[in-house]
């Protein structure tokens, strides 16, 4: 119950550390017209930055907030970053490889 709610909060904080990464990007592109070339451009590159930075972080936090399920065999299993990072998903599901059974589904992901 506790891990559950820890994971949960990650994700809600993947959220929000992505939706500040964008807030920040934005406001360097707009922002940028009205300023000298030059400082114009390092806050474009400082928005950039930030915004790569926040995906980074993103994804960091949602990998470690919990494992995935089989649909096989049921078998729950942690996958490589590698393979979590590549791998086509949905918000819920992400289609892995299974170390058990070698089949590639769309494995559910467990948060507890």
Same mark, same amino acid.
């Given at each position: 119950?506790?891990?559950?709610?820890?994971?949960?909060?990650?994700? +809600?904080?993947?959220?929000?550390? *992505?939706?500040?990464? +964008?807030?920040?990007? =934005?406001?360097?592109?707009?922002?940028? %017209?009205?300023? %000298?070339?030059?400082? /114009?451009?390092?806050? @474009?590159?400082? /928005?950039? =930055?930030?915004?790569?930075?926040? @995906?980074?972080?993103? +994804?960091?936090?949602?990998? *470690?907030?919990?494992?995935?399920?089989?649909?096989?065999?049921?078998?729950?299993? *942690?996958?490589?970053? /590698?393979?979590? @990072?590549?791998?086509?998903?949905? %918000?819920?599901?992400?289609?892995?490889?299974?170390?058990?059974?070698?089949?590639? =589904?769309?494995?559910?992901?467990?948060?507890?």
């Amino acid at each position: 119950m506790i891990m559950e709610k820890k994971n949960k909060l990650r994700i +809600v904080l993947a959220v929000c550390v *992505v939706l500040l990464g +964008v807030a920040i990007l =934005t406001e360097s592109i707009f922002t940028y %017209p009205y300023l %000298p070339h030059t400082l /114009g451009l390092t806050l @474009i590159i400082t /928005g950039a =930055t930030a915004f790569l930075f926040s @995906i980074t972080m993103a +994804v960091a936090l949602d990998y *470690v907030s919990g494992d995935y399920e089989c649909r096989q065999c049921g078998h729950r299993f *942690v996958p490589t970053l /590698g393979a979590y @990072i590549w791998a086509i998903h949905t %918000p819920t599901t992400r289609r892995l490889k299974c170390p058990k059974c070698g089949k590639k =589904t769309f494995c559910k992901r467990k948060l507890g």
